[in-house]
């Protein structure tokens, strides 16, 4: 049996449905067909798994046999078993050199990008390996290093670390990765987003050059081609991505927007729908701030999460955004995977993503658990090409929306433009409302049930501004000269 090809109508389940895009694999009905010694499936037996997810079923052969990996997975799909459980097996089942004196000294590193993920794989590797002898630890930043030294001195066998900290105990000597053989990096992307790439390099310099590497990344940008290129001996490469599985439970729309209406129709969809909790995505770690000072500056409570931003800030960010405190978050697509919040009503893009797959990932933040979501996207003349791009991968054509007239009015006053027709029509050129057709009745009901709950800093901002609730900033820009507005719309 082989895996479902690209593009096919996925099969629900809780984990992703593969793409087998690199190599195809056959799919294994259980994990006793692979060849993990049996402390290890008492463990994940206990767990619960009895069959691997497609990423363990392409991971773990490849990585028992020794051989480097490439892996394009996120975080849901089992990846963290994927490497943990290999590792687990070669580590107790390679001969103990029985003339070694002192305490163990490392054999595997697993490099997290945040403690969060750091602490959760160690978790694993604590579950995993309950019937082996290994010993493993968590190294991160932001604790005293006291209690991970003593964890060191005393012996471990598989470190997992975030780079900073690991490198700090290096550079003190309280640290030796003389004799790693498994290095493990996960969420690649996710590091180089987080300006981790000079410690990467340190810390792989540390470790003996014969070891096996494994690299796993939700996304393989160029960058972590080069990456891998340097890290990796003829790796094999495994893909796997949840391909809408869940869209059936997601409402996706599209508005094709011009730019300089992305922001009024934000404001105007925000307040509308009666949003609970909204997750906006932008492509760059700058977008999302500026996108967020202007939604605050609307009266919109919301809250920026991206790479830039420090660990407690984050940590901020997500527990006022899981608490409602605020009701939107915006984020990059690297920021936003470590983000675990269950009741997610809205996703927006408001800038498309270049990668289809990115797009599959954000949808997939919300709808989550058999609930309902929505998602909405924003596409400007110049992300049209995307558009297309994600159609390709989902095999779905995204419902197309206008832009609602008094949205458009407003962005044409306040902007002067002379081609906002351009944009304002569906991609079939007609002009179609929100609600408007037998097609769009389901956004109907649900914004006429939400219009009962409308925020009340939608009320305040219709009062001050004289009932075009979502102009406020554009308003004030209309007194700039036109070159000055030019620049503030560029990111
Ligand atoms: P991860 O992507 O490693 O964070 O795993 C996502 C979730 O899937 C975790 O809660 C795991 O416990 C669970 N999981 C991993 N592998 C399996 C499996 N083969 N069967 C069932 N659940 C699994």
């Known amino acids: 049996m082989f895996q479902s090809d690209l593009g096919?109508?996925?099969?629900?389940?809780h984990l992703a449905v593969t793409i087998a895009r690199f190599e195809e694999i056959p799919l294994l009905l259980h994990f006793s067909s692979l060849d993990l010694s049996q402390r290890i499936l008492d463990a994940i037996a206990q767990e619960g798994y009895d069959t691997p997810t497609p990423i363990q079923a392409q991971a773990i052969p490849p990585a028992l046999a020794g051989r480097d990996l490439l892996g394009c997975a996120q975080t849901g799909t089992g990846k963290t078993a994927a490497f943990a459980l290999p590792i687990l097996h070669r580590l107790s089942s390679a001969p103990v050199d029985k003339s070694r004196r002192g305490p163990v000294t490392p054999r595997a590193l697993v490099l997290s990008p945040t403690r969060e993920l750091?602490?959760?794989?160690?978790?694993?590797?604590?579950?995993?390996?309950?019937?082996?002898?290994?010993r493993q630890t968590a190294i991160y930043g932001g604790v005293s290093q006291f209690h991970q030294v003593r964890h060191l001195q005393r012996g471990v066998d598989i470190i997992v670390a975030t780079p900073g900290r690991l490198l700090d105990l290096m550079e003190q000597r309280l640290v030796d990765l003389r004799n790693i053989e498994i290095f493990v990096l996960d969420e690649a992307d996710r590091m180089l987003d987080m300006g981790?790439?000079?410690?990467?390099?340190?810390?792989a310099k540390a470790m003996p050059a014969k070891r096996q590497t494994l690299l796993f990344s939700a996304t393989m940008p160029r960058s972590i081609m080069h990456l891998a290129d340097s890290l990796l001996h003829d790796p094999v490469k495994v893909s796997v991505a949840p391909v809408?599985?869940?869209?059936?439970?997601?409402?996706?729309?599209?508005?094709?927007?011009?730019?300089?209406?992305?922001?009024?129709?934000?404001?105007?969809?925000?307040?509308?729908?009666?949003?609970?909790?909204?997750?906006?995505?932008?492509?760059?770690?700058?977008?999302?701030?500026?996108?967020?000072?202007?939604?605050?500056?609307?009266?919109?409570?919301?809250?920026?999460?991206?790479?830039?931003k420090a660990q407690n800030q984050r940590q901020r960010a997500l527990e006022s955004f899981r608490s409602g405190k605020s009701r939107v978050l915006v984020a990059t697509d690297v920021a936003a995977r470590g983000i675990d919040v269950d009741s997610i009503t809205h996703v927006f893009n408001f800038d498309l993503p270049n990668d289809p797959e990115a797009y599959v990932h954000r949808i997939g933040r919300t709808g989550r658990a058999g609930a309902t979501g929505i998602a909405i996207s924003f596409c400007d003349g110049s992300e049209r090409n995307h558009l297309r791009a994600i159609e390709r991968l989902t095999g779905k054509r995204i419902e197309a929306m206008s832009v609602p007239?008094?949205?458009?009015?407003?962005?044409?006053?306040?902007?002067?433009?002379?081609?906002?027709?351009?944009?304002?029509?569906?991609?079939?050129?007609?002009?179609?409302?929100?609600?408007?057709?037998?097609?769009?009745?389901?956004?109907?009901?649900?914004?006429?049930?939400?219009?009962?709950?409308a925020p009340a800093q939608h009320q305040r901002r219709k009062k001050s501004s004289g009932g075009a609730p979502a102009f406020h900033g554009k308003k004030r820009n209309a007194a700039k000269p036109r070159a000055a507005r030019r620049s503030d719309r560029r990111k």
């Open 244 to 308: 809408a599985s869940t869209a059936a439970l997601i409402e996706q729309s599209v508005y094709m927007a011009p730019r300089e209406a992305k922001l009024p129709l934000l404001e105007h969809l925000l307040a509308k729908h009666g949003v609970e909790r909204a997750l906006i995505f932008t492509r760059t770690k700058f977008g999302a701030d500026k996108l967020t000072r202007k939604l605050i500056h609307a009266g919109v409570k919301a809250l920026a999460i991206h790479g830039n």
């Open 118 to 134: 750091a602490n959760q794989i160690e978790g694993s590797f604590k579950v995993y390996g309950q019937y082996t002898k290994l």
């Open 405 to 453: 007239e008094d949205v458009r009015s407003a962005s044409r006053t306040t902007e002067n433009r002379t081609d906002e027709n351009r944009d304002g029509e569906n991609r079939n050129g007609q002009k179609r409302s929100e609600g408007g057709g037998s097609s769009a009745k389901p956004k109907r009901s649900r914004s006429r049930s939400n219009n009962a709950e």
């Open 196 to 203: 981790f790439i000079q410690p990467i390099r340190s810390i």
């Open 8 to 13: 096919e109508e996925a099969q629900t389940t």
